[in-house]
């Protein structure tokens, strides 16, 4: 069964960078996608950046490019979402998520994730 956990959230100042991490375990396909979405108190669920399972290759949304960075560490099955240059605009809880599409279809259609983790609290405030 597949499983994911996120980690690394928190507060954060504005200006500030995080680094998230996603654990996951119990892949048995050869393609997947990992995806990164967030949700913000009274909106709707966005997908924030996907990397694929065979040639690492990633998707941004707008929203976060140049930003955020998505980036996987294959030996410890971990997906990493790296966000600089915070603002209060990107509080959320974020969520990890996993989807047998490619990634560009997968940022931007959260109807696709199989499975979601449980989700980390990011709060950006000074």
């Known amino acids: 069964q597949v499983q994911l956990a996120e980690s690394g959230g928190g507060l954060v100042q504005p200006g500030g960078s995080l680094r998230l991490s996603c654990a996951t375990s119990?892949?048995?396909?050869?393609?997947?996608?990992i995806a990164w979405f967030r949700q913000a108190p009274g909106k709707a669920r966005e997908g924030l950046s996907c990397?694929?399972?065979?040639?690492?290759?990633?998707a941004y949304a707008d929203s976060v490019k140049g930003r955020f960075t998505i980036s996987r560490d294959h030996a410890k099955d971990t997906v990493y979402l790296q966000m600089n240059n915070l603002s209060p605009e990107d509080t959320a809880i974020y969520y990890c998520?996993?989807?047998?599409?490619?990634?560009?279809?997968?940022?931007?259609?959260?109807?696709?994730?199989?499975?979601w983790g449980q989700g980390t609290e990011v709060t950006v405030s000074s």
């Open positions: 998520a996993t989807a047998h599409w490619e990634c560009a279809i997968v940022v931007v259609t959260p109807s696709v994730v199989t499975r």
């Open positions: 119990g892949f048995t396909s050869d393609y997947y996608a």
């Open positions: 990397i694929s399972s065979d040639d690492d290759s990633t």
